[in-house]
């Protein structure tokens, strides 16, 4: 990891914020869905024992996610959408350090978005429920860190 590199494509975002309007409908749709899905995630999964409706909450959420790892992706100039690969591509930045901050990104809100659900979830079956169970912590940490940073992950790392 080169934090140098790091460190101009952290300013480079930072900047385009200012002049990309694409970010906020991004971020907000992100984040609604993402919400969604997290408040539904926050349920004990002893009350979805029978049904598979947390699977539901699972697509919402990385939903959410991509809607949110998109500005780091495409940028819109001139009024038509660029690859960021065509736009950064006169910085100092190797690709390889672009998918690691993309994946540097990723693990920042799936790390965030697992505790809280995790917390949630051994609070909620305790107080509501009375019952604990170890799916209560491995529910959210494979439903919320495991398999998007498997599936978005490898997206970050082998999409330009």
């Given at each position: ?21 694409d ?40 939903i ?10 495409v ?17 100092p930045v ?13 693990l920042?809100?799936c ?42 992950g ?5 999409r330009?």
């Open positions: 990891m080169n934090f140098k590199q790091q460190d101009i494509l952290e300013r480079f975002f930072k900047e385009e914020t200012t002049w990309f309007p970010h906020f409908g991004l971020d907000m749709a992100g984040y609604l869905v993402l919400g969604i899905a997290a408040l539904g995630l926050m349920f004990p999964f002893q009350v979805w024992e029978q049904e598979k409706t947390y699977l539901f909450f699972f697509y919402f959420e990385l959410g996610l991509y809607l949110l790892m998109q500005r780091y992706y940028i819109r100039q001139d009024g038509k959408q660029t690859a960021l690969a065509e736009v950064i591509r006169f910085l190797e690709r390889k350090e672009l998918a690691y901050y993309r994946l540097k990104k990723l920042k809100i790390l965030w978005l697992t505790g809280i659900t995790m917390l949630c979830q051994v609070f909620f079956a305790a107080v509501a429920m009375h019952t604990f169970s170890p799916v209560n912590i491995l529910a959210p940490l494979t439903l919320c860190f495991i398999a998007p940073m498997l599936l978005l490898l997206a970050c790392l082998y330009k």
